[in-house]
């Protein structure tokens, strides 16, 4: 059985607030004699902020608030670190106590059979970011288990996307064209997880089906 949307939620929750513990490990200071600002890696704070801006986007409305916390924190200060942490820790226990269950009514979780469908309902009802999110999701899973599966693991400890469809390419999987396609995919994703504005609603629409179609196609064994 699949789990509902809220477990979702929780799930991807509880992998934030794991990322922010790691980065707030990751502190040091600096500044003038007299004067120093702790700060935490500038590489994993950036990362983690990003992934907090698109929980704040699959939220929509429900992250209001949050918003501001989730969206602009730019400065890779300790303390803008630790207080981030608290909020993922906040929703957390609001998505435990079932106060943001309107988010099921939002998405109806139960009457779909995949995340792609999920997407393409967001897409429907004017959400095109955050089904571009999903969409995105959806083509990270299959080419990192793909990697996986084939033996072709990028050796990088974060691998991107990109990183994927070059190895899956390397190792012959996927043809050059193949590839390319698989790049235009991911251009779109990158846009709709970075809360791009100029990215349209129809865009999102030919990546979904390009999504669907790729996974199909290739299937894992």
């Known amino acids: 059985m699949k789990p509902s949307t809220t477990e979702q939620l929780q799930s991807y929750v509880a992998e934030l607030i794991a990322a922010g513990e790691e980065v707030v490990k990751h502190s040091g200071t600096v500044g003038t004699p007299g004067?120093?600002?702790?700060?935490?890696?500038?590489?994993?704070?950036?990362?983690?902020?990003?992934?907090?801006?698109?929980?704040?986007?699959?939220?929509?409305?429900?992250?209001?608030?949050?918003?501001n916390t989730l969206r602009g924190t730019t400065q890779n200060?300790?303390?803008?670190?630790?207080?981030l942490l608290g909020t993922l820790k906040a929703i957390e226990k609001t998505l435990r106590a079932g106060l943001l269950i309107r988010v099921e009514d939002l998405v109806r979780a139960d009457a779909f059979a995949d995340l792609l469908e999920q997407a393409d309902y967001l897409l429907a009802e004017g959400y095109h970011v955050?089904?571009?999110?999903?969409?995105?999701?959806?083509?990270?899973?299959?080419?990192?288990?793909?990697?996986?599966?084939?033996?072709?693991?990028?050796?990088?400890?974060?691998?991107?996307?990109?990183?994927?469809?070059?190895?899956?390419?390397k190792a012959k999987h996927l043809d050059k064209l193949t590839m390319k396609q698989v790049e235009?995919?991911?251009?779109?994703?990158?846009?709709?997880?970075?809360?791009?504005?100029?990215?349209?609603?129809?865009?999102v629409a030919r990546m979904l089906r390009d999504v669907r179609d790729f996974v199909a196609q290739h299937p894992l064994s």
């Not at 200060?77 to 207080?83: I, V, W």
């Not at 995105?136 to 996307?161: F, I, Q, Y």
């Not at 991911?186 to 846009?191: E, L, T």
């Open 77 to 83: 200060y300790l303390g803008n670190a630790k207080y």
């Open 130 to 169: 955050a089904a571009g999110v999903l969409g995105r999701a959806v083509l990270e899973e299959h080419l990192r288990n793909w990697c996986d599966r084939a033996g072709c693991m990028p050796s990088k400890e974060r691998p991107t996307l990109a990183d994927y469809n070059v190895a899956l390419y």
């Open 184 to 203: 235009a995919l991911i251009a779109v994703g990158n846009s709709a997880a970075h809360g791009d504005p100029d990215l349209k609603s129809e865009d």
């Open 35 to 67: 004067y120093s600002e702790p700060i935490v890696n500038l590489d994993l704070f950036s990362e983690w902020t990003a992934r907090c801006g698109h929980l704040a986007t699959l939220l929509g409305e429900h992250a209001r608030p949050w918003n």
